[in-house]
């Protein structure tokens, strides 16, 4: 270790001698460290990629690998636009570059002498500079943010482990020791800790004692997460999901936030982000590994610019607002079968196979399936025999799907994962029978339920926050709450009114609280607006017994026509209030109606699947 390489600097670029090698690998070389190992192709005839930024200290500028028939060098690429700087001309497979905090030097991964070690490239002399010498797999370094240490990912051990050693050379220290592979470490800005990507999860681990938590926790699903990366307040980490989406996740724990969708790990996958030093960007490897470019997102998500040429696929085509995957296992965990749902903003009420919607053919019968080992989930969809795949639109503020499940073995377990959920909204799932008189989990509380024999279909409601105004007069106004407040209270929802009624059993009664689908009587001293900002509200079902009614409106305009009724023919007249009463063809959020019935049932004003 510590062996020196002088490398003639021509115009910047730091260049080997000239001469064939063979790796003890059987001639392949290094493209990507995706999931927990390496993986190989075969060298040669393959196009540019450019792989795996790491910033400068000043933000300002990256380096990255730029693989090419089956070599790899570094390259620089400041963010003003000037075009990308050839940094090594090693001709070996250099790649996994990673930015010293000072800025003047850059750590690597490179078969420079036959296998894949860890070298520093001083930048300021052009020397190349040797810091392990073993022949298993040295690869992906990280600084630590003092420049004292680095970290890597090496099987020395028969393994997939990582390491820590002095930056100058000297005998590596194995942090982790697990029968999982880990890869990808990331220092935390204190120095104190490592997140790596450990088999399908991201793991925080204590570089002194070894002591791991579990940040994210991937197992049991098709996809990893994988190559994390701190913030620089060390707050939160940003990680991808197998190229299908990134995530940002609180270090502390607790809900995380999706800041990039995919449906498939194509050209459209982002993966590989590494979090600027000012915390203002994420770069991030774009498409698949063999010709991917670099891309620069916004942390916020919303802004993105391609720095790289390469250029893939439109990755907007079928990139979904959000996705969420549903897992039917059977009780062990041994089986399973998936479906996701989610928003687009090239979704409809129709298939659209160019996102993936596909009709299938019928399911088997109960009774067909008694022999065999058997499940699957679908969601239904009208004149079809449903989808495993079901994508909205993206404008709805409320959507509700329906799952048919089938399996030969009951009890089975229905999974989910937390953050995936959007944020700032609610999704429920529920039996359609009772609307949750049978079952009925908030799915941001909890990541599975256990599904017995008496339940073969299932929904689950989506509601996203709305903000709605209302102009109401001085005087007495008919009024109800089309979302649902998370301050109920009249003083709150109605200040300065005179007096908040609601009607029950044949008589007012004044209230201190409002509920969504309640009609009630304001009383003004003075015209004005209100404003309700919460969660849209869909449906409003109410028991009813014969007589008047004083019942609210959902948060869309909705028929009279439409409105349910159980038994049907029970609703007579409906009459809304302004300036008097009149009878009403619609009903119109945040107005409060009197509706004449003339037995006992059930009403029920609900938008159909979700309105936009």
């Known amino acids: 270790m510590g062996n020196e390489r002088a490398g003639a600097l021509a115009e910047g670029t730091v260049r080997g001698r000239q001469r064939q090698r063979g790796n003890r690998r059987g001639g392949r070389v290094v493209v990507l460290g995706l999931g927990l190992g390496l993986t190989l192709v075969q060298a040669g005839g393959s196009p540019a990629a450019d792989l795996y930024p790491s910033w ?166 098709w996809y990893a997460y994988q190559h994390p990366s701190f913030s620089p307040d060390g707050t939160q980490l940003v990680c991808d999901m197998v190229g299908s989406a990134l995530l940002v996740v609180p270090v502390a724990g607790g809900e995380g936030r999706l800041v990039r969708w995919c449906m498939s790990w194509g050209d459209c996958g982002d993966w590989g982000p590494a979090w600027s030093p000012d915390g203002s960007t994420i770069a991030l490897n774009n498409g698949y590994v063999e010709a991917s470019s670099l891309r620069l997102l916004s942390a916020a998500g919303t802004d993105e610019t391609q720095l790289s040429p390469q250029a893939g696929a439109d990755r907007w085509r079928d990139m979904p607002t959000w996705w969420v995957d549903l897992r039917l296992t059977n009780p062990d965990g041994a089986s399973h079968w998936d479906a996701q749902l989610g928003m687009s903003p090239f979704a409809t009420d129709d298939k ?25 989930i679908r969601f239904s969809q009208d004149g079809t025999f449903g989808r495993h795949l079901d994508l909205r639109s993206d404008r709805r503020r409320t959507a509700t799907w329906r799952l048919t499940m089938l399996a030969s073995f009951r009890p089975c377990v229905l999974r989910w994962a937390i953050h995936h959920l959007p944020p700032g909204t609610s999704l429920v799932l529920r039996d359609p029978y009772l609307k949750g008189g049978l079952l009925e989990v908030d799915m941001r509380a909890q990541e599975e339920v256990t599904v017995d024999e008496a339940l073969t279909t299932l929904e689950i409601v989506y509601r996203s926050p709305v903000v709605l105004t209302q102009e109401l007069t001085a005087g007495w106004n008919l ?23 609601a009607f029950a059993e044949g008589a007012y009664r004044q209230v201190a609280q409002v509920e969504p689908c309640t009609g009630y009587f ?73 509706m004449q019935v003339q037995e006992q049932g059930v009403l029920s004003a609900s938008l159909p699947g979700g309105r936009l």
């Open 56 to 221: 400068a200290p000043d933000s300002q500028e990256i380096v990255f690998a730029r693989h090419a028939d089956g070599q790899a060098e570094l390259w620089r690429q400041r963010l003003d636009g000037s075009p990308a700087v050839q940094v090594t001309d090693l001709g070996a497979c250099s790649t996994y570059p990673a930015w010293s905090p000072d800025g003047g030097a850059i750590a690597f991964t490179s078969n420079l002498d036959g296998d894949f070690d860890i070298y520093v490239l001083e930048l300021g002399s052009g020397v190349v500079r040797q810091v392990t010498d073993d022949p298993a797999y040295d690869w992906d370094p990280a600084w630590s943010p003092d420049g004292q240490r680095l970290a890597f990912a090496s099987d020395r051990d028969g393994d997939m482990e990582i390491y820590v050693v002095d930056a100058a050379g000297g005998v590596p220290q194995q942090v982790t020791d697990n029968a999982v592979p880990d890869a990808h470490p990331a220092w935390s800005p204190d120095g104190r800790t490592l997140a790596v990507s450990s088999d399908e999860s991201i793991v925080l681990v204590e570089v002194s004692t070894g002591q791991t938590r579990v940040l994210v926790d991937g197992s049991g699903w």
């Open 352 to 376: 659209e196979e160019f996102l993936g919607e596909i009709d299938y053919p019928p399911m088997p019968t109960p009774s067909m399936i008694e022999s065999m080992n058997y499940f699957e």
């Open 479 to 501: 009024v109800s709450v089309p979302v649902a407040l998370a301050d109920q209270a009249v003083a709150s929802v109605f200040p300065g009114a005179l007096g908040v009624f």
């Open 522 to 594: 304001v009383n003004l001293p003075a015209a004005r607006t209100v404003t309700w900002a919460g969660l849209a509200q869909a449906e409003c079902e109410a028991q009813v017994g014969a007589g008047w009614q004083l019942l609210g409106a959902p948060y869309e305009a909705l028929p009279v026509a439409q409105i349910g009724q159980q038994p049907a023919g029970i609703l007579r007249t409906v009459f809304g209030f302004a300036e008097g009463y009149a009878p009403a063809t619609a009903l119109a959020p945040g107005r409060g109606y009197w």
